[in-house]
């Protein structure tokens, strides 16, 4: 009797956990990205990453799909905030710092896939990325 109490308290909490998760976005910490991927994606189309240069690298999904790909704690990565629609051709990203503590040290690629607004029609597409943890700008171009 003890422990189906203590089983139910556990599955109890798991749905709790797992409905608090995807009350806050789809990755469940709040990010406004259609998907969050650990590493890259296989239909990854962007240029080669190098996890030791630290910034941002933007690449091509599908038509309709593009991602922002960031390094830094796999543990932590950053949240990605609405995509702001500058103009036919431009977007700006902004990544807040992610809710998770602690965060592990190790140096992950975490990507983040958003659906092109319909309002952006030029191509190349600029995509200003910014973090609300730095004050640093990095404008990168998806051709």
Known sequence: MMLARQARGVGLALVALV???CAT???GD???ADRVVRGIPEVWSGP?????EGGPVVGWIDDDE???VTMGSGSCPPVAR???VVGPGELRVTFGPSPHDPCTADMSTTTHVFALPAEVTDRPVTI???FEDW???FVLELP
């Open 19 to 21: 409905v608090s998760g």
């Open 128 to 130: 200003t990325v910014t």
């Open 48 to 52: 080669n990453i190098d996890p030791l």
């Open 66 to 68: 593009f991602a922002v």
């Open 82 to 84: 609405e995509p702001e």
């Open 30 to 32: 709040g990010s406004q």
């Open 25 to 27: 976005g789809p990755s």
């Open 135 to 137: 004050n640093e700008e």
